[in-house]
């Protein structure tokens, strides 16, 4: 088999994955890989699409945005489309992407706007007359789910806008999160009660949304984020960053972190200071966006199939990671506890080799059902130490142990 070949069946097992890989994250809401696994499928799939250009084909990954809707809830066409995002994942593909907008705008200089990437369900919201009339998922981008009623239960949501100016048609797009300490305190709701608690906060915030009997979406914390704009009559300003102080006035909840910065060194600035403050946040974030913030610009820039070409995501080193549980040792504390530790194939977590995590104790092995030879993800945030988040079932080896705790002492 020759080359080409090699690289147009490698290029159809890649898009049947990613499919598949969408299913599981944008529709059931249950990722059976990290986002760091993800994007290294997507890239590999966008590298071979870049050599065969004649072979990319309307319906593969990298042509749209997202998963189909969920049956259960009314199909809403976006009359603009919810797009998705470019990555970046150094400070050579940033100072790149600033590069190439300022070769195309012809321009020594461009001002961005700036703010964390929240790590949440996009949702966009549409009001008439200052009254929000629907709520809407981003499904594939081009059509989503109708979650109106679930999203007029969300306090950080209002119903009405407030004071005056607003355009009689206002849609704007914007990130649907659960916070930190309120995914906790579900979560120890759910074990109280014997049922199935959350991996994550984004998870628990799209399982959260998505439910037909909008009485338990209002039981759970949620919170939202406007970062951006649809369907809109006229102008609100000549900025996003003004537009987005005025939407604020009109009650809708911006970031408090946004702000404009001046180039590619101070986007770069930008982040590491983010970043540093990542774990102080009681959300999660997975990067920082950067748009061009003049909407002059970004009209003259446009777009292309799946992402605008004046904004880009930065993403932060992986806090997640697939690999192999090799065993399950027991150390033994100064006051005689038993802690199992895990010892795992050596992965890169945020910029740290791993090689071990903490297990907790018996109950949280069983809970997580996770045996011996499990395929694993992994987590470490800031200076946490690592832990097992959850198994990826469909990658269980048949000869997968289960664990005991020793009867006696493994030390004396």
């Not at 461009?110 to 809407?136: F, H, Q």
């Not at 537009?243 to 009650?251: E, F, L, V």
């Not at 904004?311 to 806090?319: I, L």
């Not at 109950?363 to 800031?382: L, M, P, Y």
């Given at each position: 088999m020759n080359t080409s070949?090699?690289?147009?069946?490698?290029?159809?097992?890649?898009?049947?994955?990613?499919?598949?890989?969408?299913?599981?994250?944008?529709?059931?809401?249950?990722?059976?890989?990290?986002d760091a696994e993800y994007d290294r499928l997507m890239r590999e799939l966008q590298a071979l699409e870049a050599r065969h250009p004649d072979r990319i084909t309307p319906e593969s990954p990298t042509q749209r945005v997202g998963g189909e809707p969920m049956q259960g809830f009314e199909e809403v066409a976006h009359r603009v489309p919810m797009l998705s995002l470019e990555n970046a994942f150094s400070a050579a593909e940033l100072t790149a992407f600033d590069r190439r907008i300022r070769d195309r705008l012809g321009v020594e200089q461009i001002t961005y706007a700036a703010e964390p990437k929240l790590d949440g369900l996009a949702v966009s919201l549409r009001y008439e007359n200052g009254l929000l009339v629907l709520g809407a998922t981003r499904g594939d981008g081009a059509r989503g789910e109708d979650v109106t009623q679930g999203v007029r239960t969300i306090p950080s949501i209002p119903l009405r806008l407030i004071g005056e100016g607003f355009p009689a048609v206002l849609e704007v797009r914007g990130e649907v999160y659960m916070t930190r300490s309120g995914f906790e305190a579900l979560n120890a709701q759910a074990r109280q009660r014997g049922g199935k608690s959350f991996a994550n906060p984004r998870n628990a915030a799209a399982g959260s949304l998505r439910q037909l009997d909008p009485k338990v979406t209002a039981s759970r914390p949620l919170s939202m984020f406007v970062y951006g704009f649809g369907e809109v009559e006229g102008e609100i300003a000549d900025t996003l960053s003004e537009s987005m102080q005025r939407i604020a006035r009109w009650g809708l909840r911006v970031s408090p972190e946004l702000q404009t910065v001046?180039?590619?060194?101070?986007?770069?600035?930008?982040?590491?200071?983010?970043?540093?403050?990542?774990?102080?946040?009681?959300?999660?974030?997975?990067?920082?966006?950067?748009?061009?913030?003049?909407?002059?610009?970004?009209?003259?820039?446009?777009?292309?199939?799946?992402?605008?070409?004046?904004?880009?995501?930065?993403?932060?080193?992986?806090?997640?990671?697939?690999?192999?549980?090799?065993?399950?040792?027991?150390?033994?504390?100064?006051?005689?506890?038993?802690?199992?530790?895990?010892?795992?194939?050596?992965?890169?977590?945020?910029?740290?080799?791993?090689?071990?995590?903490?297990?907790?104790?018996?109950?949280?092995?069983?809970?997580?059902?996770?045996?011996?030879?499990?395929?694993?993800?992994?987590?470490?945030?800031?200076?946490?130490?690592?832990?097992?988040?959850?198994?990826?079932?469909?990658?269980?080896?048949?000869?997968?142990?289960?664990?005991?705790?020793?009867?006696?002492?493994?030390?004396?």
């Amino acid at each position: 088999m020759n080359t080409s070949a090699l690289d147009r069946d490698c290029m159809d097992a890649l898009r049947r994955q990613i499919e598949h890989h969408n299913y599981q994250y944008y529709v059931l809401d249950e990722p059976e890989i990290p986002d760091a696994e993800y994007d290294r499928l997507m890239r590999e799939l966008q590298a071979l699409e870049a050599r065969h250009p004649d072979r990319i084909t309307p319906e593969s990954p990298t042509q749209r945005v997202g998963g189909e809707p969920m049956q259960g809830f009314e199909e809403v066409a976006h009359r603009v489309p919810m797009l998705s995002l470019e990555n970046a994942f150094s400070a050579a593909e940033l100072t790149a992407f600033d590069r190439r907008i300022r070769d195309r705008l012809g321009v020594e200089q461009i001002t961005y706007a700036a703010e964390p990437k929240l790590d949440g369900l996009a949702v966009s919201l549409r009001y008439e007359n200052g009254l929000l009339v629907l709520g809407a998922t981003r499904g594939d981008g081009a059509r989503g789910e109708d979650v109106t009623q679930g999203v007029r239960t969300i306090p950080s949501i209002p119903l009405r806008l407030i004071g005056e100016g607003f355009p009689a048609v206002l849609e704007v797009r914007g990130e649907v999160y659960m916070t930190r300490s309120g995914f906790e305190a579900l979560n120890a709701q759910a074990r109280q009660r014997g049922g199935k608690s959350f991996a994550n906060p984004r998870n628990a915030a799209a399982g959260s949304l998505r439910q037909l009997d909008p009485k338990v979406t209002a039981s759970r914390p949620l919170s939202m984020f406007v970062y951006g704009f649809g369907e809109v009559e006229g102008e609100i300003a000549d900025t996003l960053s003004e537009s987005m102080q005025r939407i604020a006035r009109w009650g809708l909840r911006v970031s408090p972190e946004l702000q404009t910065v001046e180039g590619a060194d101070a986007c770069l600035a930008y982040y590491r200071r983010i970043e540093q403050r990542r774990d102080r946040f009681d959300y999660d974030i997975d990067g920082v966006v950067f748009k061009v913030d003049r909407l002059a610009q970004q009209r003259l820039l446009g777009h292309v199939s799946r992402a605008p070409r004046w904004a880009v995501a930065q993403k932060f080193p992986a806090q997640e990671q697939m690999t192999r549980l090799l065993d399950i040792d027991v150390q033994v504390g100064r006051t005689g506890a038993l802690t199992p530790v895990a010892r795992l194939e050596p992965v890169n977590l945020a910029g740290v080799t791993v090689t071990n995590a903490t297990l907790h104790n018996e109950d949280e092995i069983c809970r997580k059902d996770i045996r011996i030879g499990d395929r694993v993800i992994v987590r470490r945030a800031g200076d946490v130490i690592p832990q097992i988040v959850s198994v990826v079932m469909n990658r269980r080896p048949r000869n997968a142990r289960g664990f005991k705790m020793p009867s006696r002492c493994p030390v004396c």
